[in-house]
T-cell receptor, first 115, second 117 residues
Framework: DSGVTQTPKHLITATGQRVTLRCSPRSGDLSVYWYQQSLDQGLQFLIQYYNGEERAKGNILERFSAQQFPDLHSELNLSSLELGDSALYFC??????????????FGPGTRLLVL | AQKITQTQPGMFVQEKEAVTLDCTYDTSDQSYGLFWYKQPSSGEMIFLIYQGSYDEQNATEGRYSLNFQKARKSANLVISASQLGDSAMYFCAMREVASGGSYIPTFGRGTSLIVHP
């Protein structure tokens, strides 16, 4: 158990809908990362937050957005869902993004299926 | 350009034998970090080992060691005395500082390891 929690574990929804994925980092970790894992794209970095502020952006679509709250939990919002958004979404956390403290610990993931 | 290359899509090893999973990386940064993660069939990503670019000694964690060859830009994972529970996907990853001081992590496509009894 990494100490990172994600809810829900599974999500089935329809095209065009909007969903919210939730992540609680390990106690003491200030940095949260979101990833999308699919068979064709592999593990893709989406976005990173550090202590409530956006720190880095990867291959995140405009239909997707995220935020980190004062209690450090984070939410990833996916809207106007398409079939291709079906994937395993991971949240990870680290103490900070700084060298030596940047090891990321992953949550169990949310498996999203868009029908 | 691909920053992390794992050339072995699949590997087979006999139980109790050692196995090396290859990883090469591409970066122009002096400061970077290299990681290995394990993903069993259950789906979770498990951190195994970390090597900083300035670390002179190879990292070790139990049966895992990272064979870090900086000049060759390789960071191979060595698993000694393989166990059936080691059967999983293994991902190599790199942290480097992008423009503006932000940090973009990059993962390889993974190597599937199967341990035979």
């Amino acid at each position: 158990d990494s100490g990172v929690t994600q809810t829900p574990k599974h999500l089935i929804t329809a095209t065009g809908q909007r969903v919210t994925l939730r992540c609680s980092p390990r106690s003491g970790d200030l940095s949260v990362y979101w990833y999308q894992q699919s068979l064709d794209q592999g593990l893709q970095f989406l976005i990173q937050y550090y202590n409530g502020e956006e720190r880095a952006k990867g291959n995140i679509l405009e239909r997707f957005s995220a935020q980190q709250f004062p209690d450090l939990h984070s939410e990833l919002n996916l809207s106007s869902l398409e079939l291709g958004d079906s994937a395993l979404y991971f949240c990870a956390s680290s103490v900070t993004p700084l060298p030596g403290e940047e090891t990321q610990y992953f949550g169990p993931g949310t498996r999203l299926l868009v029908l | 350009a691909q920053k992390i290359t794992q050339t072995q899509p699949g590997m087979f090893v006999q139980e109790k034998e050692a196995v090396t999973l290859d990883c090469t990386y591409d970066t122009s940064d002096q400061s970077y970090g290299l990681f290995w993660y394990k993903q069993p069939s259950s789906g979770e990503m498990i951190f195994l080992i970390y090597q900083g670019s300035y670390d002179e000694q190879n990292a070790t964690e139990g049966r895992y060691s990272l064979n870090f060859q900086k000049a060759r830009k390789s960071a191979n994972l060595v698993i000694s005395a393989s166990q059936l529970g080691d059967s999983a996907m293994y991902f190599c990853a790199m942290r480097e500082v992008a423009s503006g001081g932000s940090y973009i992590p990059t993962f390889g496509r993974g190597t599937s390891l199967i341990v035979h009894p």
